[in-house]
């Protein structure tokens, strides 16, 4: 090996990514820890802060099992990373609610079975939960069939041009799309 080599080499491991301390405020709780800045949110939330309700699904971005809120925001947690949210207020789906008290979303999945493996129902809920916001603050889709009306009909095509972005394997979509529906008409609350 040439000195040219050694010293490379030795560069490398010596210029290993200095940590990161931040401060993230999860399921309103600010959190502190030390990252990699190249740390995605979705790696902070489950292997530092031990939330391992989000799931890591694709690490791509396109199944949508990795959704959390961000400032009541749905965002895939796999294409951010953590040190971007510093202040900014980040629910995972352990924030919606708890076994004892659920969120009405949480609780129309489980009363129109939402889910059959489970897996992508954690991004399924906190997708859905963005997405009536989203309705609520009057953003259209690509489905939106009115684009003057003030308030959008939220049909089961829109709902499922609005769920798009999260997949779920088991092919429960009638019963999520369901469950979404219920809420949105004034379901379980």
Known sequence: MSDSDT???GRSQG??????AIGLNVNDQVQRLEVDPRTSLLDALREHLRLSGTKKGCDHGQCGACTVLINGRRVNSCLTLAVMHE???IVTIEGLGDPDDLHPMQRAFVERDGFQCGYCTPGQICSA??????VEAG??????????SPRIALTDEEI??????NICRCAAYPNIVAAIRGIAVGGPE
């Not at 210029?15 to 990161?20: D, F, G, I, N």
């Not at 939960?129 to 989203?134: I, N, Q, R, T, Y």
């Open 87 to 89: 202040d900014d207020e």
């Open 15 to 20: 210029e290993m990514a200095q940590l990161s």
């Open 139 to 148: 953003w259209p889709s690509y489905a939106t069939a009115d684009l003057t």
């Open 129 to 134: 939960v963005g997405m009536l916001a989203e």
């Open 7 to 9: 010293g490379a080499a």
């Open 160 to 165: 499922r041009e609005r769920m798009s972005g």
